[in-house]
Structure formats: structure tokens, C-alpha cells
């Protein structure tokens, strides 16, 4: 009988451990915002994220210029990027925006060639928001993108 009291109880407290580990890595409900911190060609990148039950429920990724207009919606960027590179904003934003979409930790992220550099940064602001969900700190947290890193 004290064996079966003696296991009951070291499996209780394997379970409460096991549990303490996933508070402490578990994103919390709400929406999540990382930017990267300077404009690229006339662009800033950002990811907003919406989390609910520890999952994200929606990704955002896009670009806005200094007037707050979206680069997915820019038709003459498209028009010009999409033959040399093979992809657009408006494709690119969303193909990494659904890898990270019903998600409950951070996924690899997989770049798409012609948009390696919005991958890149992709990648960081994704690594920030999940960390900014984990946390619950709904505060926009900025990044840096490596060009920044590296010249100082």
C-alpha cells in the first residue's frame, strides 16, 4: 500500500514539474507586435501576431513606408519585382506569414528564394514577437536588422 501512496505521489509531482515547464514557455492570449527598428529601401517590416489558447490564431507580415502605406498593396513594386525575383510582396508576405500561423512555439522557417531578405528578417521579428507572447508584453518590440548590427 505505501508503494502504490509512494508512486501516486511522485506522479503528482511529475506532473505539477512537468506543467511549471510549460507556463514558462507557453505564449499568452493577445496580440504581439515586432518592427524592425530602421527603413530598408523605404521600407520598415514588421509581424503582428494574435495568440489564443497558446496558438497563434493570425500572423501579419507586411511592410509599411514612411506614410504608412503597405508594400503587399503597392502594384508598381509588384510589377517590377516579380519578374527579376520571381515572387511579390503580396505573395512572400504570406508564405511566411502561414508558417507561423497555427503554431504554439516558433517554427524553422523555410526563406523563399527571391524574398531572402524579408526572410531574414522575418525570421528575427518572428524569434521577437513569440518571445514578447511568452512574456505578455503587448509593447511593440523593435529589431534590428543585421546591416544595423554589423556596422556598429
Known amino acids: 500500500m ?4 509512494l508512486t501516486g505521489v511522485c506522479l503528482i509531482f511529475i506532473l505539477i514539474m512537468g506543467g511549471c515547464g510549460d507556463t514558462q514557455t507557453k505564449m499568452q492570449d493577445g496580440t504581439y507586435t515586432a518592427q ?3 527603413y530598408s529601401f523605404g521600407w520598415k517590416e514588421y509581424v503582428t501576431i494574435t495568440v489564443k489558447n497558446g496558438c497563434i490564431i493570425s500572423t501579419e507580415f507586411n511592410a509599411e513606408n514612411a506614410s504608412g502605406f503597405i508594400k503587399s498593396w503597392d502594384n508598381a513594386y509588384m510589377k517590377n519585382m516579380r519578374p527579376a525575383t520571381g515572387t511579390y510582396p503580396n505573395e512572400y508576405t504570406r508564405y511566411y506569414a502561414a508558417q507561423l500561423t497555427g503554431q504554439s512555439t516558433l ?3 523555410d526563406c523563399l528564394s527571391g524574398a531572402s531578405n524579408s526572410g531574414k528578417n522575418f525570421k528575427k521579428l518572428s524569434q521577437a514577437v513569440v518571445e ?3 512574456k505578455g508584453d503587448s509593447s511593440i518590440v523593435y529589431v534590428e536588422s543585421a546591416q544595423e548590427q554589423s556596422e556598429e
Open 107 to 109: 517554427p524553422e522557417i
Open 2 to 5: 505505501k508503494k502504490y501512496i
Open 132 to 134: 514578447q507572447s511568452i
Open 36 to 38: 524592425m527598428s530602421d
